[in-house]
């Protein structure tokens, strides 16, 4: 079965400060990895995907396989980053995301 | 822009009562889904459909069942509401082989 776990309920920093939201998986096929925030009063909304390796409002993440995360990074943490972070995976025919419990960054002035 | 619209955004029901959550996408989009959102749990499937009148159990599909008559329209039912079943639920739709999904803006429903 696949999973995905969030280990952090509540991330706390300060504006400028750098931000690493962990998000660690298991499954036994190959992975497809995506981040989704929710900003307050917003809809859920994809971020990025590993397949892209893009960047992203200067969030970046990093598939690594041999320690199954795809932990979510960003150099200097932002006001307007504040929101929570749901690390997801795909099942191999891709019709099915498994999400994580969440992550609620606050980004402090 | 993917559009995907959910008939409520706050519903407050009673114990027993049967519930109808709708979602409408209008990007012709296959896939659909109902997932619920609770706190510290992320979101967790309840159905999906991959086409009309097909559907596929997700994680948590008990006391739910859910009906997709034409393409852009799934529907959620609660045959007899719980207090358990208080929570957010997000529609979310899916195009073909590209994994985004686009969700709705959730109905929050509160079971009393």
Redesign the interface.
Known sequence: AQR?T?PE?LLSVFKGAPVELKCNYSYSGSP?L?WYVQYSRQ????LL?HISRESIKGFTADLNKGETSFHLKKPFAQEEDSAMY?CAL?NNA?????????TRLMVKP | DVK?TQSSRYLVKRTGEKVFLECVQDMDHE?MFW?RQDP??????IY?S?DVKMKEK?DIPEGYSVSREKKERFSLILESASTNQTSMY?C?S?WG?L???Y????TRLTVT
Request: charged share 20%; proline share 2%.
């Open positions: 995905v969030q309920k497809e995506f809809r859920l909304q994809l995907r749901y795909s891709g019709n099915m995301l498994t999400f994580g419990g969440g | 995907v896939n997932y510290g749990l992320g979101l967790r499937l999906f991959y997700g997000l979310a899916r082989r994994n985004e999904q969700f709705g803006p959730g």
